[in-house]
């Protein structure tokens, strides 16, 4: 799946840039510039997590050597083992990936993508075929490019910076669609692993996840903006430094050479770090071609006519009164498309978009709700499939990008409910 996906982007790009070239726009020397500087951010990125990466799977390392992570894959067992049917409900990966989940909860990326490496790596080790995903972890994988952030902090601080004077209004359609798209990435995964959601009772688990968070949300949602921004930083930090001191001062309590533990953990970062590189190159690459060629333009052409046509239909069969409809929400489209490509991108272009509109108009709003209700679907898979060597990644990407459609399609129509 990924191969295709990976040789479509160079197709596309082809065909657009000599269609460009044919009405007198050359944009081969612009793709050749994004072919050098996105292998340049690529090897950058990697350079860049070796060390966040190599201090976080020390820290596991730590927290393993104590069994403090065997106590925290207790908690969750309830509910992983339904999920993960195929990993031991006593296996490191258990707690590896609670850490990872929590961390993603609470807005922490720079702690979340080691910590997920790690437990793709555990989850490897359950792997009988090195080269293709197991069940496991395509399930791992999509619930992790749909992750929960309880607290998208960084969403609100770029909207407080252009202005917006309550950049918190957006708390609840944030909630609600990264938890919508969670839902279908699950839903979707456990029909392709042909796990029932109701005689397993995983549907009521998530119901019940789903309804704390929007509690805990709404609660939180009475705070001030800079209330919030200052609450938020002080629970995430003191509770991922609690956990940092609870593994160190654990293992010590138990007499084990804590500094050894962590350089061996470390040892084991520093390497996924090196691995993950051509992967992530492969990916940015090509995503950068895809832009750079005018392909996003072309979909973006035919994305527009197809909703105006699906307008003209729908008025010609009485359905609707008019064959004008408010489009809206195609201007929030380009950050939708450009989420499961490439972060930084479509963070760029919810800036544009918000500087263009204004931090209070519809469009706006819609593209920061998008921003926060899924991950980069790609770099994801280019990252943690890459740090274990996997290249038959199954059916991961079509349920990321299904998770991926879930939460886009819930982002706009949350946002027509709130702000209409």
């Known amino acids: 799946m990924l191969n295709k996906i ?3 982007f160079f197709v596309f790009a082809l065909i657009s840039a000599i269609s460009k070239a044919f009405h007198g726009e050359y944009l081969f020397d612009a793709i050749m510039k994004s072919v050098f500087s996105m292998s340049k951010v690529g090897f950058e990125i990697s350079l860049g997590l070796t060390g966040v990466m190599a201090f976080w799977l020390g820290i596991m390392r730590v927290g393993e050597a104590g069994g403090l992570v065997k106590v925290l894959s207790r908690l969750t067992r309830p509910f992983f083992r339904r999920l993960f049917p195929a990993v031991p409900v ?7 990936m ?23 790596n555990d989850l490897q080790d359950l792997n009988p075929n090195k080269d293709t995903a197991t069940n496991a972890q395509v399930m791992f994988l999509v619930i992790n490019t749909s992750a929960v952030t309880l607290i998208p902090v960084s969403i609100f601080t770029y909207l407080h910076e252009l202005n917006h004077p309550n950049p918190t209004e957006v708390f609840l359609p944030i909630l609600m669609a990264t938890s919508f798209s969670t839902l279908v ?17 995983l549907w009521w688990m998530l119901s019940l996840l789903f309804g704390a968070l929007v509690f805990a949300i709404w609660q939180l949602n009475r705070l001030s903006p800079e209330a919030l921004n200052q609450f ?12 940092i001191a609870t593994f160190v001062i654990n293992a010590a309590f138990r007499k084990i050479n804590v500094y050894n533990e962590f350089i061996e953990g470390a040892k084991d970062g520093f390497q996924t770090a090196i691995k ?14 895809f832009r750079a060629s005018g392909a996003m333009e072309y979909l973006m052409s035919l994305l527009e006519g197809f909703f105006n046509g699906c307008a003209w239909a729908l008025y010609k069969v009485g359905i609707l009164a008019s064959a004008q409809i408010d489009l809206e929400f195609v201007k929030a489209l380009p950050t939708a498309l450009m989420k499961p490509l490439s972060g930084s991108g479509a963070r760029g272009l919810m800036i544009e978009t918000i500087k263009t509109h204004g931090p209070e108009s519809m469009v706006s709003r ?21 740090s274990v060597g996997i ?26 409910m709130f702000f209409t």
């Not at 006593?90 to 590896?96: L, T």
């Not at 850490?99 to 910590?115: E, R, V, Y």
């Not at 938020?232 to 956990?243: D, K, P, Q, Y």
């Not at 990407?397 to 027509?416: K, T």
Request: hydrophobic content about 55%; glycine content about 8%.
């Open 232 to 243: 938020s930083l002080i629970v995430s930090n003191f509770i991922i430094f609690g956990i």
């Open 98 to 120: 609670m850490m990872n989940l929590a961390a993603n909860m609470l807005g922490l990326d720079n702690a979340a993508t080691p910590l997920g490496l790690k437990a793709m």
């Open 185 to 201: 990435g699950i839903t979707v995964t456990c029909f392709f692993h042909k796990i029932s959601l109701f005689k397993t009772g």
């Open 391 to 416: 290249k038959n990644t199954r059916h991961a990407a079509l349920c990321g990008l299904c998770a991926d459609f879930a939460g886009v399609v819930s982002a706009i129509i949350i946002c027509y």
């Open 6 to 8: 990976w040789i479509s």
């Open 276 to 289: 993950i590189i051509p992967y992530l190159i492969a990916m940015l690459v090509a995503i950068g071609i």
């Open 366 to 386: 819609m593209v920061s709700t998008i921003q926060g209700s899924t991950e980069t679907t790609f770099y994801v898979l280019a990252v943690y499939f890459g």
């Open 90 to 96: 006593d296996h490191p990966a258990m707690g590896s």
